[in-house]
């Protein structure tokens, strides 16, 4: 692998796909290989925790979500898997907005990614005006 870095990346693909039919014990594989090669990859670790939200593991979830933002305070995707997960896993929709703020915020993100973004803060909003109520 270290002559073909880019399997790497390759193999980060195939654990999406993985992820994406709901095959997840393959796709954990994929992520646990990379890790092995790259342990910190920062990517992988977020999508390994956006994969344990899907196997209802919430804790685990946030654990691998802080550790790739800590290592990558800007990933886009990782702020998206933490608000999914604080608002989907923890019922915290006030976790949820602040870390969808700062993807709100990005002015690099457009398309399917903004709508994404501004349909899940439109969730995260309702949600916190039904708990003033």
């Known amino acids: 692998m270290e002559a073909n870095p880019d ?8 654990a ?5 039919e709901g095959r997840y014990d393959l796709a954990a594989v994929h992520y646990s290989r990379v890790l092995e090669k790259d342990p910190g990859n920062s990517r ?3 999508r390994l925790g956006w994969l344990m939200l899907h196997l ?3 804790e685990q979830a946030a654990r691998l ?5 800590a290592r990558d305070p800007d990933l886009p995707e990782a702020l998206w898997y933490k608000a999914n997960i ?5 019922d915290d929709p006030q976790g949820a907005a602040e870390a969808l703020k700062p993807l709100r915020e990005r002015q690099d993100l457009a398309g399917q990614e903004r709508d994404r973004i501004e349909e899940l803060w439109q969730t995260v909003t309702d ?5 003033t109520r």
């Open 44 to 46: 992988a670790i977020a």
């Open 65 to 69: 979500v802080d550790e790739a933002l």
């Open 56 to 58: 209802d593991e919430p």
């Open 127 to 131: 949600q916190l005006a039904e708990g």
């Open 16 to 20: 999406d796909r993985y992820t994406a």
């Open 86 to 90: 604080r608002v989907y896993g923890f």
């Open 7 to 14: 399997v790497l990346g390759m193999r980060l693909a195939l």
